[in-house]
């Protein structure tokens, strides 16, 4: 049987400024060693100051995958040496002494499966190495500290996964759960880091450091639970190793075996005190929750009766499923529902093209309210909802302008058809015989008006002229 | 020009006009220029000091607004950030290093306007009771300059003792603001524990130590406690202390006060002159109508290797960011896999920095934890524990602030042992969080002895009292030099 366990690493991108400093949290736009201060560079008798907000954040998360939170909660050392580290310790946290770290254990479903969470806990990212220089005898290691001190949330969980399949999922519903509480953009460069521990067959449990994706995260356990069985095979034993993923060749390679061994000497951060947890600041956080993935699914299928597939894909996206709280109305909600899932996610696909564009929440309330009262088809909104990503313009503007209009006068609309009708004389007897051919003649209509025909009317008119 | 007067006096000579500040702080240098060859208080001194002083004179002549210390000359120990300014440690390993940002009591006192007449020195990153392991060299007790002037400020006692500056400030991990003015014969003063904003001053063990001022007058004391404590934002550490004065009813006295005589702290191994010290300065308070009895701490006599246990450990965590990497000293990375770079780098730490390092290595560590560091902490617990009985009982704890007299440089310093149970009596105090204050109490056969108070937690101000009760009984010799 194989079992995979993670730890993954997550970044509370949203935050203002670093765990233990005022530096910049999002320290990507900076040159090299600008987003730095005596703090986080660790500089001699320079002090840590707690982010309280940090705290919340994190214990937020906790409280999402309905984990235990402590009343009080302490920091410890991890000592250990990498140039990474300014101080040459991580302040981190653990719960070897009593449960002191900002989650404890819960679970999460995915699927039909339950995944226990062991423990959450608030630490700060080290630095970056950037290593240049071809071969090893001339590689130079360059460190930029601008990420040191950023706030970092660890959620382990138990050996729980089976498959690489329930990885991805649980990673799929972890991210938008991280999303939709406002706490991480997991999308960002390097905002979501993974160790995995795989073991098959009850063997001995190997760890996979270093991997800088989700996506990678499920081709590594791939890889290892393949490399595994094929060692089972040959009957050669696993060890019980460190390996580290390479992610320019995606595999898992052996790590020196020095680095196995670290005793971290862990010991009670004493530069910061324990901090209180109070009930108030629970109930407050809880109060300030966003509205969890499935109440918000649940809520869009019964009040609105969007179907459950439309709920599931808008409700696990925090951005559409804001967008869409922002737009509809109590009529127009299955339309903005749908558009959104249907046509916007797709013309939005990218995180570029969603900076791009210039569509607004009044925008798509408009342009809903429009299919809905005909003024628009359909059919025709999507020319339209393209015209507005590019250029921001009102929705009556690009009607207009792009004559999208309906053609609502049943005379041109009759006009229309009786040309097609005789234009079309073997179809119409095709369809004199068999009905369901006239989706052929309609077709011709929509082609002839440029989509800007009401399906529906059209259908009734025809069957009207020919006669069926 | 006279410049034995206390903070106070000068203060209300330089505010009165009475005396010059230039004329001062260059009386002051000149007194360093003549002394500090044979006493060795400071690692460096500081250039501005005199353009420094004639700016604040030029203020006091216009009548502008000028700080609390009107230019008043005070040396600081060189573990505390001073921007621009090097700051040593007294080690090899940040002979160079440059703060790139002030202390929280230095950019206090900057706004007060103290002048920070030199850094002075210590023993190499606040570890040991003599000076005698700085990097560069003991600093001689002014007393008797063969004789050790206790640690790990002595910089800081000897430059106030011997007059090349008017205060200082120390750091006290374990007793070291108080043992080198016990043998300075200065007051020495280690602060409930979150006092005083300890950013900026570079850790050794940041648990237990505070920053603390050595004056000549516990008035002094008060007053340069009125200027740094409180609460800081850039230390989470710090204490809320409503902006206390602690120079307001100073004059109190000690009358009906109870006060402990802690038994572990007179035993076994006590100078007799040690211990007829300590009876006079009881039946004084007594006189002064204090009601002492004795009680025993029994934890007291596992505190000091509760003790160096502990302050290993943080400071195997706290020295690890000397790695030579962002700061340090020139040697070229060219060439070295990081570990090995790291590990020769740090060849730079003296002998008793390097003991430690290997200590703090080994007590915390997964298979030793348990044995050591956690038996450590439980000590910690109990003996908190046992004195805060005893604090429901006595207002005031006493006992001499060391055992014995300061002894010749190099007597003890190949038996680390022993140095090691010199700190018996100021432990307790910093394992505790308490505060406690060493006050100038005798001089026999031309060697300072010190009696120490020690109060609960947040009780700075009555033990300020206590001290300024003591302090007034004494009158002691001139210093010899």
Known sequence: ?468 | MNLKISALEFIEEAKNGNISVEEFVSATLERINSVDDKLHAFLSVNDNALDQARNIDKKIKSGEKVGDCFGMPISIKDNMCIKDTKTTCASKMLENFVAPYDATVISKLKKQDAIFIGKVNMDEFAMGLTTEFSAFGPSKNPWNIEHVPGGSSGGSAVSVSSYECIASLGSDTGGSVRNPASFCSTVGYKPTYGLISRYGLISYANSIEQIGPLTRTVKDTAFMLNLIAGVDPNDNTTVNNNNEDYLENIDSGIEGKKIGIITEMIGDGIDPEVMTATKEAISKLEGLGAICEEVSLEMVKYSVAAYYTITATEAGSNLARYDNLRYGYEMPVEGYEFNSYISKARKNFGPEVTRRMIIGGFVPSAGHAGKYFLKAMKVKSKLTKEINEAFKKFDLLIAPTVPILPFKIGEKIDDPVSLFLVDINTVTANLTGKPAISIPFKIVNGLPIGIQLMANSMNDKMLLQAAHALEKTVTLPEIPI
Not at chain 1, 92 to 119: A, C, E, F, P
Not at chain 1, 209 to 232: C, M, P, V, W, Y
Not at chain 1, 349 to 374: M, V, W
């Open chain 1, 1 to 468: 049987m194989t079992k995979i366990g993670l730890e993954i690493h997550c970044q509370l991108t949203n935050l203002e400024s670093k765990l233990f400093c005022s530096c910049k949290a999002n320290y990507r736009e900076f040159e090299p060693n600008e987003n730095i201060c005596p703090v986080c560079a660790g500089m001699p008798g320079s002090l840590p100051r707690l982010n309280q907000e940090a705290v919340k954040k994190a214990t937020m998360i906790s409280m999402a995958l309905n984990c235990s939170t402590p009343e009080k909660i302490a920091f410890f050392r991890k000592n250990y040496f990498y140039p990474d580290l300014p101080k040459n310790f991580q302040i981190t946290q653990l719960n070897i002494y009593g449960d002191t770290s900002v989650g404890g254990s819960g679970t999460i479903s995915v699927g039909d499966k339950k995944i226990r969470i062991t423990r959450i806990q608030l630490e700060e990212d080290p630095g970056r190495l950037i290593y240049e220089g071809s071969s090893s005898k001339n590689q130079i290691t360059l460190v930029d500290y601008n990420r040191a001190g950023t706030p970092l949330v660890e959620i382990v969980t138990e050996p729980d996964f089976e498959t690489p399949k329930e990885v991805r999922d649980f990673l799929n519903i972890l991210s938008d759960l991280l999303k939709n509480l406002g706490v991480a953009d997991p999308s960002l460069e390097g905002a979501m880091r993974a160790d995995a521990n795989v073991s098959t067959r009850g063997g001995n449990k190997v760890e996979i450091k270093n991997i800088g994706s989700f996506h990678d995260l499920e081709k590594a356990a791939h890889f290892e639970i393949t490399r595994q069985e094929s060692l089972h095979d040959r009957d050669i034993p696993i060890a019980q190793e460190t390996r580290h993923w390479d992610d320019r060749r995606k595999i898992t390679v052996s790590s020196r075996s020095k680095e196995e061994d670290l005793d971290y000497r862990y010991f009670l951060e004493g530069d910061i005190p324990w901090v209180k947890i109070n009930p108030e600041i629970k109930t407050e956080l809880k109060s300030k929750m966003p509205e969890s993935i499935s109440s918000k699914k649940e809520r869009y299928v019964t009040k609105y009766q969007i179907p459950e597939q439309v709920a599931d894909v808008l409700s696990s996206d925090k951005f559409y499923s804001d967008l869409f709280e922002e737009s509809h109305s109590e009529t127009n909600a299955k339309e903005v529902a749908n558009i959104i899932t249907t046509e916007l996610m797709g013309l939005e696909d990218t995180r570029e093209k969603r900076e791009a564009s210039k569509l607004t929440a009044s925008h798509l309330k408009d342009l809903a309210d429009a299919i809905q009262t005909g003024k628009v088809s359909r059919n025709s909104s999507k020319n339209a909802l393209h015209e507005i990503l590019k250029t921001g313009k009102s929705v009556s503007q690009i009607i207009s302008e792009l004559d999208l209009g309906n053609v609502s006068d049943e005379s041109e609309l009759l006009k229309i058809i009786d040309q097609v009708i005789s234009n079309e004389s073997e179809a119409v007897e095709q369809a004199k015989s068999n009905p369901q051919t006239i989706n052929y003649l309609v077709g011709k209509v929509m082609q002839a008006t440029k989509g800007k025909a009401d399906p529906t009317s059209t259908l009734n008119l025809l069957k009207k002229q020919i006669g069926i």
